[in-house]
Structure formats: C-alpha cells, structure tokens
C-alpha cells in the first residue's frame, strides 16, 4: 500500500498564501501524475492542479497564475503553493498520486484531506 500524508492546510486571510505537502510513503516503484483536488462545502471535488512525471503542469483557469504545482520525486512529494488567496478557495484539498509498488500495477492513491479556509 502507498500512504499519502498531507499538511499545510490552515486558516489564512484573504490575499494570503499557503503551502501544502503530500507525501508518499512505502515502497514504491514509480509515481506517475500527481496532483490537488479540492472540496469546497456543497459543492463537487474538483481537480485544481495536476504535474506529470515529466514536470509538465496543468491548473484549473480559476486557480492560473496564483497557485503552483511542484514535485520532488526524490522524497515522492508533491506541492501546491497558494498565492492570492480567495475566500472561494476555501475548501478541502485533497492530494491523489498514480503510484505503482513492486507487487502491485499502478493505481491512484488518496490523501486524507486538509482544510483550507480563507477569510474575507
């Protein structure tokens, strides 16, 4: 099994930033896409932010140019730095990782969550 461990969530005021981390853990063979998905209350899941293997990047045109998406495939971490903050990017945020381990194919892995809440 993967375990995905995520921080970072907190309450911030409107025009602040936050930083959030996922990091996988076991014995993990390869880690293809990672990304951020978010909940806000009421509302779907939503994928906000995706990076691939190769470092190329996908957002969701309501979070371009205020969030970014980075990983270090050394340590099977990703990153989601939140710039700009909104009070509708309140939400929970989810990381999720296509990893495959020795004994088993690739498939996508969860994190538990973490609150992001900004006030206006």
């Known amino acids: 099994q993967v375990r995905l461990v995520e921080s970072g969530g907190g309450l911030v005021q409107a025009g602040g930033s936050l930083r959030l981390s996922c990091a996988a853990s076991?014995?993990?063979?390869?880690?293809?896409?990672m990304g951020w998905y978010r909940q806000a209350p009421g509302k779907q899941r939503e994928s906000v932010a995706a990076?691939?293997?190769?470092?190329?990047?996908n957002y969701a045109d309501s979070v371009k140019g205020r969030f970014t998406i980075s990983r270090d495939n050394a340590k099977n971490t990703v990153y989601l730095q939140m710039n700009s903050l909104r009070p509708e990017d309140t939400g929970v945020y989810y990381c999720n990782v296509a990893a495959s381990t020795w004994y088993r194919d690739a498939q996508n892995y969860w994190g538990q969550g973490t609150q992001v809440t900004v006030s206006s």
């Open positions: 990076i691939t293997s190769g470092g190329s990047t």
């Open positions: 076991g014995i993990i063979r390869s880690i293809n896409d």
